[in-house]
């Protein structure tokens, strides 16, 4: 079990779009006296499924929304200067009565593994999925959950009228969503 949350961590750094490089001239502004640079899409408008793409750079934040044929809906939010926080957040339309923790918890984990079907090289979503689903009975909405020594992970869902969405905060920092 180990090895394999060592392999997640490394997989998941693969995926975090911000890359360790020394500030250069073609460095955003916004990055230059920082421990990583500006951060870049994870997904393309190519990627299998995709059928709506778009990302936007603002200060010291990436924002990537995606929608697939499947009508899931995600917004990525990358932000970090000297360290890494990666917000995963799917939408999910309609009105749901109180369904327990881990149920929330298991559908992210299938939203991640979705994604991470998509092509090879997100197979690193894949594995958190796994991971979330595995662990659904002892993760707790909101709460922190330290998969490796200061790596965590944390779900959260906000309820509104006619959609849930279901947030889902990759970090180095134990920290709550806003």
Request: with cysteine; hydrophobic share 40%.
């Amino acid at each position: 079990m180990c090895k394999k949350i060592l392999l997640l961590v490394a997989l998941a750094w693969s995926l975090f779009a911000c890359s360790r490089n020394e500030p250069t001239e073609t460095t955003e502004d916004d990055f230059l006296n920082c421990k990583y640079s500006a951060p870049e899409p994870i997904f393309t408008a190519s990627t299998a499924g995709i059928i709506s793409h778009q990302f936007e750079l603002q200060t010291q934040v990436g924002i990537e929304r995606v929608e697939w044929e499947n009508g899931l809906q995600l917004t990525i939010q990358q932000q970090g200067c000297n360290e890494i926080v990666q917000f995963f957040e799917f939408r999910v339309n309609g009105k749901f009565n109180e369904l327990p923790e881990a149920h929330w918890v298991q559908q992210t984990g299938q939203y991640f593994y979705y994604i991470g079907s998509t092509d090879e090289q997100y197979l690193p979503l894949y594995e958190w999925g796994e991971l979330m689903i595995q662990n659904a009975s002892i993760i707790s909405l909101g709460k922190d959950f330290e998969v490796y020594p200061d790596f965590f992970i944390q779900v959260a869902k906000k309820t509104f009228e006619d959609h849930v969405l279901l947030v889902t905060r990759l970090a180095t920092t134990a920290q709550g969503i806003e």
